[in-house]
């Protein structure tokens, strides 16, 4: 979508498919640079409906004028639609399941070089759907624990100043594994700092589970940092003196509802280990310790800044392992930061950032374990 997009030059947009189960269309993939991921209309619904029952593509040119309810503004997202182009995901002689939907062309209104683009790339979307057998379930509406609204990051340099951080919106909810792509220098790393406490926003707002910590005080932030957010790094940053269990014990002393070491490291597979200094242990066994303590907070958020990035293919699919059990058995939230698109796959979504900014956010309809995973 991002691709398309990009090619045929639009300000926006989705990728919906059937909600069965609900008997709603909902957006699996958004291009907006704003998180409409998981929103849903009625089957019958405004242009997409239409789409979905005729099966056909439509192209809607001044929407805004048309009287016409199929042609009113985009309740579902918020975006004021000049107009827009939509091509049905379906295969020969089948009915439409999900749709592609462009919206705001930049120059002019979508002509025929660009119907025959969207629908070419509708058909071979389709055709890998029904390949791989996606089914779209979506969770009930579910309250975000962590919201970031138009947040901005400015360093100065010189006389003046670099924006990392151009106007973030995202959410991000209990119990998800989210994953944040993107090439060096991009922001991934500003943005994590941020929802982790470790840097303040220049503007914007930032929501912990409904409190506003756009500025929280500095108590505010050591109970924060302490209690509710949990830290993989990917240089491990154990402390070479401690014990793989001391410092886990270390981290407990601290913190206020911990839970016990010997568990944690029980839980990554290391309580062999437990007496053994970090310069003991293979690269892959001290990330398995970061995991544990990380657990040891026993924290409802764990954000992981590229864990496996110096791990080899096999020790990096065990760290990954860890952190899928970590998410669908442990009940944690989990914020990964990765340069790596196959691990991608794992996450129930992704998020891509480009220049400061979110270009896409997309669902995964069926995650991969990590034991499915090849790079």
Request: glycine share 8%.
């Amino acid at each position: 979508m991002e691709i398309l997009k990009d090619a045929i030059g639009c300000e926006g947009g989705f990728v919906w498919m059937y909600d069965r189960d609900n008997s709603r269309n909902a957006i699996i993939a958004s291009g907006t640079g704003c998180d409409v991921t998981g929103i849903t209309i009625g089957k019958d619904q405004g242009v997409v409906g239409h789409v979905m029952e005729t099966a056909e593509t439509l192209t809607v040119h001044n929407p805004i004028a048309d009287d016409s309810p199929l042609y009113g503004s985009d309740d579902a997202t918020g975006m004021i639609v000049k107009n827009q182009l939509v091509s049905p995901l379906k295969i020969p002689g089948g009915e439409a399941f999900g749709c592609i939907q462009l919206v705001n062309k930049n120059e002019g209104n979508f002509d025929r070089e660009d119907i025959r683009l969207c629908e070419s790339m509708a058909a071979m979307a389709a055709m890998d759907i029904e390949d791989k057998g996606y089914k779209v379930s979506l969770p009930a509406k579910r309250k975000p624990m962590i919201v970031l609204r138009n947040v901005i990051k400015e360093f100065p340099s010189g006389d003046s100043v670099i924006r990392v951080l151009k106007g973030i919106d995202l959410d991000i909810y209990e119990k998800e594994f989210l994953v944040i792509l993107g090439e060096s220098g991009c922001g991934k790393t500003t943005m994590m700092n941020i929802i982790g406490g470790m840097d303040a926003m220049t503007d914007g707002s930032l929501l912990i589970d409904g409190k506003d910590f756009s500025h929280p005080s500095d108590r505010d932030l050591t109970e924060f940092r302490r209690n509710y957010i949990g830290f993989i790094f990917q240089s491990y940053n154990l402390m070479p003196n401690l014990s793989a269990l001391e410092n886990l014990q270390f981290i407990a002393e601290i913190s206020k509802n911990p839970i016990p070491p010997e568990k944690a490291l029980k839980q990554v597979g290391l309580s062999d280990r437990a007496g053994n200094f970090p310069s003991q242990m293979s690269g892959g066994q001290q990330q398995r310790v970061s995991i544990a303590r990380a657990l040891t907070k026993n924290p409802k958020l764990i954000l992981a800044d590229e864990p496996t990035a110096a791990l080899d293919y096999e020790t990096s699919i065990e760290v990954l392992s860890i952190v899928e059990d970590i998410v669908k058995n442990g009940g944690k939230t989990v914020v990964m930061i990765t340069h790596n698109p196959e691990i991608a796959k794992m996450a129930n979504r992704v998020v891509k950032l480009r220049s400061g900014l979110i270009s896409n956010i997309r669902i995964n309809a069926r995650p991969l374990s990590a034991r499915e995973l090849v790079w």
